[in-house]
């Protein structure tokens, strides 16, 4: 170990060597690799959190670098998978750390291959369904994962350890119905909030993996950092005894039957086309078929197309993200239309 790269961190009491020598040895996933997840990916990679596996469906646009602090104007120039693009810039931070990019949708088919090697995860998603379902492989496993949500000039967090927190069925016993919950679409997003939550949700991660973590100090957190407003309320008062996942061990979004489906995404006017089996798409082939059509940008990880009436970007396994409608409906004919 380098403790000169680590100097300061463990003059910090409650870290110190053997919180590093932890830190070191963990392995932590992030769900997730926009706002939150940029801050928090960069912040335990600095703190020395030796294993890391970054997963991400969506690749790097301009509009992310107002608050996505992993990315620069070349990432958005190359199309590069925001997993990917993560996984380089965090190489170049801490070379000590193991990286992992995982392009992908966290689905119910592939949580449990993804999550279930590694000591926590952290929630750097937009939406509550994957967080529910994040939530269902964490409690099926036993195993602790933080989780962090920002709107506007407000965000939440909370750590959640099966057993002996509230899990977030207990918290939130359902999906927000749509339009009742703030998002990027409707209220936007500014940066402090996103580096406030990510700090937060980084520090009760270092907790939790240094063994120090207190479950009576637990608090569901809620910030607006416009108002500079923060209230913390206990979590333990939030634990319900007939909750269906951590009390009755029923993990609906896990087991989820699958199917093709298709998926509105936060802060933009994209659907995302997903298939319930690996496609195996042959990304060069389509490129020469979509050639003549528009204009086609391919890399290893992708091919982006942009056309008359849509932006589309497919990925090898055949999911897509649709740019330029919000109707799940119109995505999968415009998919049909393009892709096949």
Known sequence: MKYDRYSRQLLFHRIGESGQRKLARSRVVIIGCGGLGTVSADILARSGVGFLRICDRDFVEENNLQR????????????????????????????????????????????????????????????????????????????????????????????????KTPCMTCLFERVPPPGTAPTCDTAGVISPIIHVVSSIQCVEAMKVLCGVFSVEENRLWTIDVWSCDVQGVNTLSGTKGDCETCSRKQFPHLEAQRGSYATTLCGRNAVQVSWSESHNVDIDALARTLEGAGDVIVNRFMLKFKGPEVTIAVFPDGRAIIEGTDDPTRARELYAKYVG
Do not use: C
């Open 68 to 163: 996505q602090v992993l990315f620069d104007e070349k990432d958005v120039s190359l199309s590069l998978p925001k997993a990917e693009a993560a996984r380089r810039k965090l190489q170049q931070i801490n070379s000590a750390v193991t990286i992992e990019a995982h392009v992908t949708d966290v689905d119910p088919a592939n949580i449990l291959d993804l999550v279930s090697d590694v000591d926590l995860i952290v929630d750097g998603t937009d939406n509550f369904e994957t967080r529910y379902l994040i939530n269902d492989a964490a409690v099926s496993l036993g195993m602790p994962w933080v989780y962090g949500a920002a709107a506007g000039s407000v965000g939440m967090t909370t750590v959640i350890v099966p057993g």
